[in-house]
């Protein structure tokens, strides 16, 4: 039977050692699915609300209390529901919680128990993750990453300003090329900074953390490292940036932006502006022909996304789960960007898990791009190691996808 028998949740750990949620459902017949829920560190005003308690216990961030709402209220509601209706199973959540931004019960508990749903429905129906999602059976493609190489920010303890410097394998054929052309990069990265007598210690995810002068600095140690890979940088391998203004000291301006992809092969930049400069990201979008990727911006959130389309502020939306806290408004808001010509990024949380989800919600959705950190970290490596298993499954039938 696919009806819910029990959820259960409980208090795990994070990728930096923070505590988070994990749910378990547990249908009629005994399938089990289960699901860690992620955190960032940069998080934006309009995220939905991540439930702590507040205690000293840990220090403000235990989440006992998400747990309690799993173990009583939420699984009350849900017993002897039918997971395979996810729209019905999301449906119970946003009411039983009666807030907008799901601050009553918290955003970290319904995706918990929404996502960890999905896992026994496509158990239960015998399909893979990826499979049960793309219910309409359309041709699937992989995902390009967006493989951090170095970090700043709110993610490293260094001076760098932008948070994230990214490569993308632009020039690979398949995913598995992806990993190698990224591999190649970050060891001769590694090896230059080695050289130079610079820390090779990681940030929060994965990439390198050094003590550089300036951003222009860590460009162009990477664009050495491309070309030192025996590829053109630009065009087999791309630079990609995640600015994270909303953390800066000092914002950016757009002729900053327009100065540095002139200078630099830089095809994408998330988060140029902070989440309520509309004006600047839509100058930015109407004057520089690269990939504009609003985060904190739009917050997989369908009513931004909304606003941003309108505007043409950006013209890409990374997506988070946890920033809207159900599967199934993610796969809305999924189809409204794509309904509109807008690129979609799966990505991750700094603070991140085992769990491997977004591998499969990537390929599922055929989604251009994926951002799950560096070739280091086993949380980040997990969902890496995934795709490469689902890239095997497909076969011949997976390309690439358009970026």
Request: hydrophobic letters at 30%.
């Given at each position: 039977m696919s009806k819910i028998k029990s959820v259960k949740g409980r208090q795990v750990f994070d990728s930096r050692g923070n505590p988070t949620v994990e749910a378990e459902i547990i249908l009629q017949d005994e399938t089990i699915g289960t699901s860690i829920v992620p955190s960032g560190a940069s998080t934006g005003r309009y995220e939905a609300h991540e439930l702590r308690d507040k205690n000293n216990d840990y220090l403000n961030k235990s989440v006992f209390d998400a747990v309690k709402n799993i173990n009583n209220k939420i699984s009350k509601a849900l017993q002897n529901k039918d997971s395979t209706n996810q729209s019905e199973i999301d449906k119970i959540l946003i009411n039983l919680d009666g807030t907008e931004n799901k601050?009553?019960?918290?955003?970290?508990?319904i995706l918990a128990v929404s996502i960890a749903n999905l896992k026994a429905a496509a158990k239960f129906s015998r399909k893979e993750i990826y499979e049960y999602i793309n219910n309409e059976n359309k041709p699937l493609c992989m995902p390009y990453p967006l493989m951090n190489i170095v970090n700043g920010g709110a993610h490293a303890n260094n001076s760098l300003e932008i948070q994230e410097f990214m490569i993308r394998p632009d020039g690979a054929k398949n995913f598995k090329e992806c990993m190698q052309m990224s591999f190649l990069v970050i060891q001769n990265l590694k090896k230059d900074l080695e050289r130079k007598k610079i820390s090779t210690s990681v940030g929060d995810e994965g990439g390198f953390a050094p003590s550089l002068k300036s951003d222009?600095?860590?460009i162009e140690n990477i664009i050495s490292s491309i070309?030192?890979?025996?590829f053109k940088p630009g065009k087999d391998v791309s630079i990609c940036l995640d600015v994270a203004a909303n953390e800066l000291k000092v914002p950016k301006n757009v002729q900053y932006f327009l100065n540095l992809v002139k200078k630099y092969p830089i095809k994408s930049i998330e988060d140029p502006f902070s989440e309520d400069d509309w004006d600047n990201w839509k100058s930015l979008t109407e004057k520089i022909k690269v990939q504009i990727v609003g985060d904190d911006?739009?917050?997989?959130?369908?009513k931004r996304l909304n606003k941003g389309i309108k505007e043409k502020s950006a013209n890409t939306i990374l997506i988070k789960p946890n920033q809207i806290g159900t599967v199934s408004e993610t796969l809305e808001t999924i189809k409204l960007a794509k309904d509109n010509n807008f690129k979609t990024i799966i990505s991750h949380r700094?603070?991140?898990?085992?769990?491997?989800?977004?591998a499969d919600l990537a390929v599922a959705t055929n989604s251009s791009q994926i951002k799950t950190g560096s070739l280091a970290r086993s949380e980040r490596v997990a969902k890496y190691n995934r795709l490469l298993r689902i890239e095997e499954k497909l076969g011949n039938q997976p390309k690439m996808a358009k970026i």
């Open positions: 601050s009553n019960l918290g955003a970290n508990s222009e600095e860590a070309s030192a890979s025996g911006l739009f917050v997989t959130n369908k700094s603070g991140d898990s085992e769990d491997t989800f977004i």
